[in-house]
């Protein structure tokens, strides 16, 4: 029944739709298919059941080190200029994806052109435009004016310019943009990247809430009592997606991706597994890089498959690459390696570790650089974790004292290290 990717029939001449989407600060613990005891996520978790749950999925802790990251394929010392900003100079899973002939539509949070001060910080370089990084049309949070992005958002819309929708959730906008999107062009091959606002602080009402109506957008409320709403409001429009796709005829055609670019802000603690959690944002622990990863491909992908391989932000691109059937890019032009065969249960070349430079350039956070796999972690000053035992990384280990196997998986890191070296 679930077939190879080359002997499926496509009515888009083996180019099947992709959808991305990704929350915005959402670590594994907030879905119920990774074993959330707070919230219930039905239609991520049918997405799960129906297709792949990758359990070893990795960012970075930062939204634009991961954003960049992820639309680029490489690693951020090779090209994250400063934050809010995507280098204009770079090309990006929309370029490619647009010359492979795909429709290319975003929505959602933008925040990459930057303002002034994150121009000067970055030495005068700019940001880019969706325009710019390839899109199509676009409906986008946080361009170059910021305004709201839940209740009354300012939204800017390609061709139509910067509008405020009083009265109106911003996530809400955002999706039915998507489904008119996916209605005009549903007989061409279509990429649709979805970085949601939700579930990033402000925590506030969702319009399943009474309260909505008479809340002042203005207002300064941020409380994490709304983290949960804001939760499952995210798991409903993901469900309106894949619904819209269903009711288009193109749902067998549509291979579906769900990741979250960092882990969940610290204010929120969360039950994981009967265990509290609290979110690590911007730290780089696993609270802060570990996040859910879904792919569901009707037909394609076989139902309750799980993938323990590591995939971090790098691997998108070269995968997308692939699924459109374009060829591979050198390494010099990206870091990733593609997932592509995994999603069918094959395990041929898989990672050994993953590799992170984190250079925030934002708040007080520390830049580190590290490797890990699943089990170890070690950083460029030295330290070094053993993350079964010690995943919030409380107790570094003294290298001198592990065994010759465990020195040999430092050897092995150091080297890495050493390769992406500035």
Same mark, same amino acid.
């Given at each position: /029944?679930?077939?190879?990717?080359?002997?499926?029939?496509?009515?888009?001449?083996? %180019?099947?739709?992709?959808i991305?989407? /990704?929350?915005?600060?959402?670590?594994?613990?907030?879905?119920?298919?990774?074993?959330?005891?707070?919230?219930?996520?039905?239609?991520? &978790?049918?997405?799960?059941?129906?297709?792949?749950?990758?359990? +070893?999925?990795?960012?970075?802790?930062?939204?634009?080190?991961?954003?960049v +990251?992820?639309?680029?394929?490489? *690693?951020?010392?090779?090209?994250?200029?400063?934050?809010?900003?995507?280098?204009?100079?770079?090309?990006?899973?929309?370029?490619? /994806?647009?010359?492979?002939?795909?429709?290319?539509?975003?929505?959602?949070?933008?925040?990459?052109?930057?303002?002034?001060?994150?121009q000067?910080?970055?030495?005068?370089?700019?940001?880019?435009?969706?325009?710019?990084?390839?899109?199509?049309?676009?409906?986008?949070?946080?361009?170059? #004016?910021?305004?709201?992005?839940?209740?009354?958002?300012?939204?800017?819309?390609?061709?139509?310019?910067?509008?405020?929708?009083?009265?109106?959730?911003?996530p809400?906008?955002?999706?039915?943009?998507?489904?008119t999107?996916?209605?005009?062009?549903?007989? &061409?091959?279509?990429?649709?990247?979805?970085?949601?606002?939700?579930?990033? =602080?402000?925590?506030?009402?969702?319009?399943?809430?009474?309260?909505?109506?008479?809340?002042?957008?203005?207002?300064?409320?941020? =409380?994490?009592?709304?983290?949960?709403?804001?939760?499952? *409001? /995210? &798991?409903?429009?993901?469900?309106?997606?894949? +619904?819209?796709?269903?009711?288009?005829?193109?749902?067998?055609?549509?291979?579906?991706?769900?990741?979250?670019?960092?882990?969940?802000?610290?204010?929120?603690?969360?039950?994981?597994?009967?265990?509290?959690?609290?979110? &690590?944002?911007?730290?780089?622990?696993?609270?802060?890089?570990?996040?859910?990863?879904?792919?569901?491909?009707?037909?394609?992908?076989?139902?309750?498959?799980?993938?323990?391989?590591?995939?971090?932000?790098?691997?998108?691109?070269?995968?997308?690459?692939?699924?459109?059937?374009? +060829?591979?890019?050198?390494?010099?032009?990206?870091?990733?390696?593609?997932?592509?065969?995994?999603?069918?249960?094959?395990?041929?070349?898989?990672? #050994?570790?993953?590799?992170?430079?984190?250079?925030?350039?934002?708040?007080?956070?520390?830049?580190?650089? *590290?490797? %890990?796999?699943?089990?170890?972690?070690l950083?460029?000053n030295?330290?070094?974790?053993?993350l079964?035992?010690?995943?919030? #990384?409380?107790?570094?280990?003294?290298?001198?004292?592990?065994?010759?196997?465990?020195?040999?998986?430092?050897?092995?890191?150091?080297?890495?290290?050493n %390769?992406?070296?500035?």
């Open positions: /029944m679930y077939s190879s990717y080359g002997s499926a029939q496509s009515k888009n001449e083996g %180019q099947p739709n992709i991305l989407i /990704m929350a915005d600060d959402l670590g594994q613990e907030a879905l119920s298919v990774y074993g959330s005891n707070s919230y219930t996520t039905p239609n991520l &978790d049918r997405l799960a059941n129906e297709g792949m749950r990758f359990d +070893q999925c990795y960012s970075t802790p930062l939204c634009t080190p991961s954003r +990251q992820l639309m680029t394929g490489k *690693y951020n010392h090779r090209n994250y200029i400063g934050f809010g900003l995507l280098d204009s100079s770079e090309k990006t899973f929309g370029h490619y /994806m647009k010359a492979a002939g795909y429709k290319t539509f975003i929505a959602g949070k933008w925040q990459l052109l930057g303002n002034a001060h994150q000067k910080l970055a030495g005068g370089k700019v940001g880019s435009t969706p325009e710019q990084a390839g899109f199509d049309a676009y409906c986008l949070w946080q361009i170059d #004016e910021r305004g709201t992005r839940y209740k009354d958002p300012l939204l800017s819309i390609g061709g139509k310019g910067t509008i405020q929708f009083p009265g109106r959730y911003g809400d906008i955002f999706v039915e943009h998507i489904e999107f996916m209605e005009k062009n549903k007989d &061409d091959p279509m990429f649709i990247y979805y970085p949601m606002v939700l579930t990033h =602080d402000p925590f506030v009402p969702t319009p399943d809430n009474p309260e909505f109506r008479s809340f002042d957008a203005t207002s300064k409320v941020n =409380d994490t009592a709304y983290f949960g709403e804001m939760v499952h *409001y /995210m &798991d409903k429009l993901i469900g309106n997606i894949v +619904q819209k796709t269903e009711e288009l005829g193109i749902r067998e055609n549509t291979l579906i991706l769900f990741i979250g670019d960092n882990g969940t802000d610290r204010d929120v603690t969360s039950i994981v597994n009967g265990s509290p959690l609290q979110g &690590d944002k911007g730290h780089t622990t696993n609270a802060g890089t570990h996040v859910p990863f879904i792919a569901n491909w009707q037909g394609k992908i076989k139902p309750g498959s799980s993938n323990s391989n590591l995939i971090d932000f790098t691997d998108f691109l070269p995968t997308l690459l692939q699924v459109s059937r374009q +060829q591979p890019l050198p390494k010099s032009k990206a870091d990733g390696h593609s997932f592509y065969d995994q999603l069918f249960g094959k395990n041929e070349n898989t990672r #050994e570790w993953i590799f992170c430079h984190y250079q925030p350039f934002w708040g007080k956070f520390e830049p580190r650089r *590290y490797v %890990q796999n699943k089990g170890w972690k950083y460029g030295g330290e070094f974790y053993n079964a035992k010690d995943s919030l #990384e409380k107790k570094p280990l003294h290298v001198k004292e592990q065994s010759i196997e465990i020195q040999a998986i430092v050897t092995q890191f150091q080297s890495v290290l %390769q992406y070296a500035k």
